[in-house]
């Protein structure tokens, strides 16, 4: 990987049952890889074009970080992770321009991980990882998902500052930004998933919704998914 792209929007639920309706019955997805263990496990769903949602979900004993933050708000988004080519150069280019990097992990040399602070991030976890490349063995196949299965778009988000949106999603993670509409968007040229910010000086800054295509009438409620917390919107 040569560039830092976005990988996958995640949401955090009290079990990944609870996205299987939406993802695999409306949206079309098809099951992609995931991990059972503690304190959290993980699920991913691949849609059309490649983009994946992620669904995390505490186990074992309360008082994990996923359990926390379900006590606190409730199933919603909880992080976007990006693929980097070198988690040193990101950690250097995040303190250059003052952010305060959590959660350094590199006890897996095949998975090397860092946070941002939803407080410093528009109210949202941005999980930053150096990956190693999977060898053939390692590499699991995936079905593609059916024909008129939906198109993850883009993550809409509110933020209290353009300037601040751009350090954020264009200095330091390396989006191509530009205005499109009522808001910034932020484009990776290696995913399929963009990044849409509303600037709200006067809102509490978090993810609004997660936007999508398909070729039929996904019915979406207008309000958040039941069960979820989380509002997917379909575009025309």
Not at 21 to 49: H, I, K, S
Not at 115 to 128: E, N, R, S, T
Not at 131 to 145: M, R
């Amino acid at each position: 990987m040569n560039a830092i792209r976005l990988d996958h929007i995640a949401l955090g639920l009290p079990r990944a049952q609870d996205a299987e309706e939406l993802f695999e019955e409306r949206l079309g997805g098809v099951p992609a890889g995931g991990y059972d263990g503690e304190p959290f496990g993980f699920r991913q769903w691949e849609f059309v074009g490649g983009g994946r949602i992620e669904v995390i979900y505490p186990s074992g004993a309360p008082g994990g970080f996923v359990h926390r933050f379900l006590a606190n708000g409730g199933p919603r988004v909880h992080h976007v992770t990006m693929k980097v080519p070198s988690l040193d150069a990101m950690l250097a280019r995040a303190r250059e321009r003052g952010y305060e990097v959590i959660g350094v992990n590199r006890s897996d040399p095949r998975w090397q991980e860092a946070f941002l602070h939803p407080k410093q991030a528009h109210g949202i976890v941005v999980q930053m990882v150096e990956q190693e490349a999977p060898g053939g063995d390692d590499l699991l196949p995936v079905a593609k998902p059916r024909a008129d299965a939906a198109r993850i778009v883009a993550l809409r988000l509110s933020a209290k500052s353009a300037e601040v949106a751009r350090k954020q999603w264009g200095e330091l993670l390396g989006g191509s930004g530009f205005i499109q509409g009522d808001a910034l968007i932020f484009r990776w040229d290696e995913s399929p998933i963009a990044i849409l910010v509303e600037v709200r000086p006067d809102a509490e800054e978090g993810p609004l919704a997660i936007e999508l295509r398909a070729p039929r009438n996904l019915e979406l409620p207008t309000s958040a998914y039941p069960g979820l917390g989380a509002r997917f919107v379909q575009l025309a």
